[in-house]
């Protein structure tokens, strides 16, 4: 059974920085593609990146530049690094696992996913 647990969440100022953990245990965790996902209230659950492997991350637009995700296969734990925070990046923010490659940002076809960890960006 494939468990993940976010953590890290907060309340910052505009511009400010978070960073995100997530647990990952139950599967062999280097095979598995891990992925952030958030959603808005009244909004749909939207990717805002995924990884596979080190080098082959990809990102929302509108979190390019400013995120970076990244993987430690020998702790089981996902990472995502979000610097110059907007408030319209205010969201709850899911830690996701799918067991087949590619690892789209497109959430519909993820099979795990974490409870989630608030984001709340001030302005």
């Known amino acids: 059974q494939v468990q993940l647990q976010e953590s890290g969440g907060g309340s910052v100022q505009s511009g400010g920085s978070l960073r995100l953990s997530c647990a990952f245990s139950?599967?062999?965790?280097?095979?598995?593609?891990m992925g952030w996902f958030r959603q808005a209230p009244g909004k749909e659950r939207e990717g805002v990146a995924t990884i596979y492997s080190v080098g082959s991350a990809s990102y929302a637009d509108s979190v390019k530049g400013r995120f970076t995700v990244s993987r430690d296969n020998a702790k089981n734990a996902l990472y995502l690094q979000m610097n110059s925070l907007k408030p319209e990046d205010t969201a709850m923010y899911y830690c996701?696992?799918?067991?087949?490659?590619?690892?789209?940002?497109?959430?519909?076809?993820?099979?795990?996913w974490g409870q989630g960890t608030q984001v709340t960006v001030s302005s």
């Open positions: 996701a696992a799918r067991g087949t490659w590619p690892c789209p940002l497109r959430p519909g076809s993820w099979n795990y």
């Open positions: 139950g599967y062999t965790y280097g095979s598995y593609c």
